[in-house]
């Protein structure tokens, strides 16, 4: 798709941005231009100022924030500061990341409503507008839902056509789909796909996850960690000609990308360089010699069976919230260094049967076992000791004003006395690259950071069962994969891990075991590898197959259809 | 129906009449307006018996209290009469006791009057309407209404927090001391993350066109009708009526003064 041919639509001249005028800009010279109708994909390391850009890009920034800026944004041949208020938002629009802080009405009609009021549109027109835009999301039977009672993929579909009843000539996306999961996230691109089709906007997505967006982009624009442009081109060539300088910034590669490049150790044909998983299919296939379905990059780490004890098992455990049933009949076992997950829908009840485990919750029946006593045999201050929960939000468990007092805290509630403690932080410090933070307040530490240490005060001595909620939630790529790192050494060491995710991935590579909960019930315990031949329980539970096991079955598929034809074709030769 | 009258006006129909109640110091007005609102309340909505009743009770209790401890304590004006009992030391006086009965029967009647009101108005319209009628400024408007969606959220913040700092062995405050830090210890998070919401929110609302201008047009076009004027003539000229009554029958008594 060639866009050289369209009218550039908004031209940025050598723009600069910053907060504190004392200190260095968090955008440096930046000259670039979106055409009418691109797609441009803007990616760069987590705090290199993407978000602020787009803020810039709509003109609430500076403005809106004591921040100051350079150099010259134009567009439609005019300059963005000789706008009125309001007047450039109905061209530029933006949906952002987090679907709970978008709207300020309760249901959908009036959210709608309200941005249609904002551009004075004359009210006969409105509830037709309303129920066109709706539908066209898909959304035309929650149109009198509380917000608040949608999915979270729904809430950014109503953010979305909230910004499409502008009719804006450039959208805006700033990781719109960081916060969902797998499915939703899948479907909302799909939605994006086919709108972009429709309506002609110039689309500019910023994203940490390229993979599903990567066949619609036109243009990567990539930012280095000091706020200027690395590099920009067409997808391919920046993703293939340009991993060294990628990798160097911490930008992840498409997993697509990373599936051709390890298989040729990084030279690909200039004629031949998938960017979708349909693409990358026929490639593997004729690159057979190569590679033969995609293996696991990490091996789950099994230990020998017979070291394995039980340390927590729940027996026909159910919960009630007033009349409504929660959980009915669960059963769960635990072995002491086992990675168990827990997967499904939201609202499907895993934060709970997490919550049931930890003993945050009683069950209204049912018996649970820790290390072989009764939780209810337990005293609250021992049960502690050796269960340990990381909060989804890390800023939750924050309890002091230092990282040195936050690991210390634990210590110092069990009496251990002070060289061992000052001996033991320091370690745990040193184990979670921490050290340089002693001293600092646990709430200035970045989104990493804050994981880390979170996870680091639950590890005062090693504990019998660890639990996560959601662990790599909103995480970045690289953040991820330092947290199931530490988990694995953890295992390792003998703690059974549990966690509620919605990552299949993450599952595929790690785990031994999954629970599937739907509907308040266990639809599936057992191994991964079983779970992705179950396509009605997995469609059930909004699961998505993870990249290795959807690639592979592609490549099955094909392999069938070729023996298929090559019998046809056998036959043919035959008459 | 009540839903369907103007909330402004609405709440000019409470809020004036319960002012007024407040220097009525005999018993008779204040139970007349009672009645008066409780019957309006069911005639006129589909508000639950049961509902009713469940939010209204904590203040029957909250009334009993006001008039046992108005009857205990009473101030000079209301001491005369005759004794009617006596609890250790203290006297209830005739004059006493209907100074209790009639501060019970008014806060019913304010608690009657504000249930009346709350339970038939819709939030988001109530604010619409003071914004379209009272011209009350867009941005503080959607400014609360954004707020307004947040309260939920805040609660279920608040119990997590409760849950992360049990996981972390932290008990249940003991004292002064320990429990102004654990307020410190819950506010920052909290206050933190309220901070950048508000913030987002904000951002999102300017992104959607929101400028804060007067000039916009609205999709529930809040009026004000011959209903809307009957409605509030009718809960005024209640009162007069009610204060004739038991002037007519001897109670009235405003402000101390008997008529």
Known sequence: MSIKHHRPLLSVENFSFGYDPDKEPLLKDLTLTIHQQETILFIGPSGSGKSSFSLCLNGLYPEAVEGWAKGEMIYNGRSLSHFKKGEINKEIGVVFQDPESQFCMVTVENELAFTLENIKTPREEMAEKIDAILSAVGLAEEKHRPIHELSGGNKQKVALASVLLLNPKLLILDEPTANLDPASRFEFIQLIHSLKQERDFALFIIEHQLDDWLPMVDRVIAMNRHGNILLEGKPEDVFYNQVEKLKKEGIHLPRIVETVLEAHEGKVLETNRPLSEGDLVPWINSNDHLMNPITREIQACDLWANEKSEVLSIKNVSFSRGKKSILKEINLSLYSGELVAIVGKNGAGKSTLLQLISGILSPKTGSRLLLNKKYEAWSEHDMRKVMGYVFQNPEHQFITDTVYDEIAFGMKLNGVSQDKIEQNVNQLLERFHLTSHKWSNPFALSGGQKRRLSVATMLEDTPSVLLFDEPTFGQDAQTTKELMQMIQTLQRQGTAIVFVTHDMDLVDTYCEKVYVVNGGEVSFNGKPDELWQKPEILHEAKLRLPFRVRINQLLENLHQNKKKQGVVRAHANIH | ?259
């Open chain 2, 1 to 259: 129906m009540l839903t369907s009258i103007n909330p402004t006006m609405k709440a000019f129909a409470v809020l004036i009449p319960a002012l007024l109640l407040a220097f009525t110091f005999d018993p008779l007005t204040p139970f007349i307006y009672l009645v008066f609102t409780v019957a309006v309340t069911f005639f006129f909505s589909k508000v639950a018996f049961k509902r009713w009743i469940l939010i209204f009770s904590p203040f029957l209790l909250l009334a009993v209290s006001f008039a046992w401890m108005t009857m205990l304590h009473p101030s000079d004006a209301f001491s005369g009469g005759d004794v009617l009992i006596s609890v250790w030391s203290f006297q209830v006086t005739t004059e006493s006791f209907w100074a209790g009965i009639s501060l019970g029967l008014r806060s019913l009647s304010f608690a009657a009057l504000s249930l009346l009101f709350i339970l038939t108005t819709d939030s988001t319209k109530f604010m619409l309407s003071l914004m379209q009628q009272c011209k009350l400024p867009p941005k503080l408007t959607f400014g609360i209404l954004a707020g307004y969606r947040f309260l939920p959220t805040f609660r279920y913040e608040l119990q997590v927090l409760r849950q992360a700092h049990r996981i972390r062995g932290v008990g249940r405050a003991k004292g002064v001391k320990e429990r102004l830090h654990q307020f410190r210890r819950y506010a920052i998070p909290l206050l933190a993350n309220a901070i950048r919401k508000a913030e987002r929110v904000a951002l999102a609302m300017e992104s959607k066109g929101f400028t804060g201008e007067t000039d916009r047009t609205h999709y529930h076009e809040m009026t004000i009708d011959k209903r809307d004027w009957i409605f509030v003539s009718v809960f005024f000229v209640m009162f007069f009526v009610s204060v004739f009554l038991s002037y007519q029958l001897g109670f009235l008594n405003i402000f101390g003064k008997d008529f």
